[in-house]
């Protein structure tokens, strides 16, 4: 049965985000709120947290993985980034966008695109999102909470709770959530290339 926290959309109370980063870090998976929609994240040391989001959103190892970060500075140690992409990424974040870039031998290699050897990294502007990672102390391995056979992700906390009770741990619950994912920008080749349209504005990288 999963946790339900009910945490403060703007000032999220502290210890409920030590316990979902206890949680987390207990190898649990959790539901949170971000500056586009629902997401589902793990830490990246548990082995099992790929299998599970896997399983929950029903794809197969071609699913390109988000790495949440903090900041610049736990991006950078994950992706290979040249000076251009860089002053394109900065430009666009804190938002919601994911970019796809060629990962450096930080990333697990479980974690990576199994082909390509990508993967995708996003610094979100949310503070509840904010204050797990910064309680984490590093990133998250996510992905939308999109249940197979549905075309928008779910959106209120309580739902998700009844919904997935038995196939997540904690439910992050922080009021009113986007209902549209980041806008996706695969720069693996060195240009952008826009792959999903999605909350954040892609004619930037047009």
Known sequence: MARYLDVHPVDPQPRAIAQATQILRDGGLVAYPTDSCYAIGSSLDNRDGKERILALRGLDERHHFTLVCADFAQLGQLVHVDNATFRSIRA??????????????????????????????RIPDHPVVKALLAEMGEPILSSTLLLPGETEPLTDGWEIKERLDHQLDAVIDSGECGAEPTTVVDFSDGAPEVVRVGAGDPARFA
């Open 92 to 121: 666009a974040t804190p938002g919601c966008y994911t970019f796809i870039l060629p990962a450096t031998k930080e990333v697990p290699r479980r974690l990576l695109h199994p082909k390509k050897k990508t993967v995708g990294v």
